[in-house]
């Protein structure tokens, strides 16, 4: 069946004719170009910032590390492909490349999905039933997102194997689920149902209930929290933040997917002659929006996300500008000190690396920026919004810096 089926997807070669105009074509194409380049940038920063507070990472970030990870699986095998075959007005590749174009779509698309829907009921068994939420462990984590691979990969091989059919989607230029198959086989019928409820209706219903009970549950305790855990002044935050981040979970499932899932089912289900193909073409770019869409959400949302991207950037531009006044004054620096009985005068000499040597009190009034920490001169690589509460009775900041972190209260989930 699988044969015969892929047979007849593919011997009409006008299958992979755009049958949009060529003026949306460019269009989608440019929209195609612009997600990619913000989703490689945002999913990139977001791997970064895992990987270097890698050694704190708690289990529920795993989830947004593996989100991270299926989106730019999407951007890279489906993007380039997108945006020649839309600005060349027609399929460029071959028949093979269409199915594996649909393969990798449909896996990393419901990847994403699911691991969404794994991690609200996380976050719900946390806030919900703390009992056993506190015993949610990196093991815990790691099957989870073992299992949402495995789901994925069923519904994806699912048309490979002669349960459903992968074929060009009705616009011409990408390759997805044959939506017409339901009107001429009653197998692709019941995998189109089961893909519609169990990798859309029953996710977005435990997303939107999961994050509805979080609600309540916070809105309940918040006030015995105020009175009797926390200062007057923490939980307004933290209710603030869980609610921003429920929010902008749901918009953002709602707007990605459901233009897909609604456009899709009225091709299979009711009349496929009614739907214009350029709808579309409209519905894949929302669903494609969800690769750029997930890591604004949590890097902007998620305050412990936000400082280490914040510190890793005034760290490489600390280095960099290291590198170009190194560069600038031929390996030496001469820096002059104002002190209350005169002026002293110090070098401080290069290390191949572009840093400076230590020198307690010395390079205070250097022109790179790197030195102008604002803690009284003492010219040591910490976060300079932050060094003058962090050296506040200490003399070795960079220690500081490290302690302070640790002892952090961390964020919630």
């Known amino acids: ?50 990987y270097r507070k890698k050694s704190s990472l708690k289990p529920t970030e795993f989830f947004v590390i593996n989100l991270s ?29 269409c199915m594996s174009y649909a393969f990798c779509g449909v896996l990393f698309g419901l990847a994403s999905l699911t691991n969404l829907t794994v991690l609200s009921s996380v976050c719900w068994l946390k ?33 490979l194997t ?8 009705p616009y011409g230029t990408a390759c997805c689920i044959d939506w017409y198959a339901p009107g001429q086989s009653r197998v692709a019928m019941s995998y189109i149902l089961c893909l519609f409820l169990f990798c859309y209706i029953v996710p977005c219903i435990i997303i939107f209930l999961s994050y509805i009970f979080i609600l309540l549950t916070v809105k309940g305790s918040r006030q015995a929290v105020q009175q009797h855990i926390s ?38 289900f009711v009349n496929s002659a009614e739907v214009p193909p350029f709808a579309f073409a409209v519905a894949a770019i929302f669903a494609k929006s969800s690769t750029l869409y997930n890591p604004i959400v949590y890097l902007v949302f998620k305050p412990n996300f936000r400082r280490s991207l914040c510190r890793d950037w005034l760290t490489c531009r600390r280095t960099l500008c290291a590198c170009l006044c190194s560069h600038g004054s031929t390996q030496k620096v001469s820096c002059t000190q104002s002190q209350q009985h005169g002026k002293e005068e110090c070098n401080s000499t290069r290390r ?27 010219g040591q690589e910490t976060t300079p919004q932050r060094t003058a509460r962090i050296l506040q009775g200490s003399t070795h900041s960079e220690v500081a810096v490290s302690q302070l972190s640790n002892e952090m209260q961390s964020d919630f989930l």
């Open 1 to 50: 069946m699988g044969n015969a089926s892929e047979t007849s997807l593919f011997a009409d070669t006008s299958s992979f004719l755009s049958t949009i105009s060529k003026e949306h074509d460019i269009l989608m194409g440019t929209i195609y170009a612009i997600f990619g380049v913000f989703s490689l940038v945002g999913n990139g920063i977001l791997l970064f910032v895992a």
């Open 69 to 97: 990870v299926s989106d730019l699986g999407m951007t890279i095998s489906l993007f380039p492909m997108a945006i020649s075959s839309a600005f060349a007005h027609k399929w460029l590749f071959s028949d093979v490349t």
């Open 127 to 159: 806030v919900c039933c703390p009992n056993y939420g506190n015993k949610f462990s990196s093991c815990h984590a790691y099957l989870l997102i073992a299992a949402v691979w495995c789901y994925a990969l069923i519904f994806a091989i699912g048309p």
């Open 162 to 169: 002669g349960w459903g059919r992968y074929g060009s989607e």
């Open 231 to 268: 200062p007057q002044n923490k939980i307004p935050n933290t209710h603030s933040l869980i609610v921003k981040l429920s929010v902008a979970v749901c918009i953002g499932v709602v707007i990605a997917w459901s233009p897909y899932a609604f456009v899709s089912m009225w091709a299979a």
């Open 352 to 378: 191949s690396n572009g840093l400076p040597e230590n020198h307690r009190g010395a390079c205070r009034h250097c022109p790179c920026p790197e030195r102008d920490t604002g803690s009284g001169g003492y």
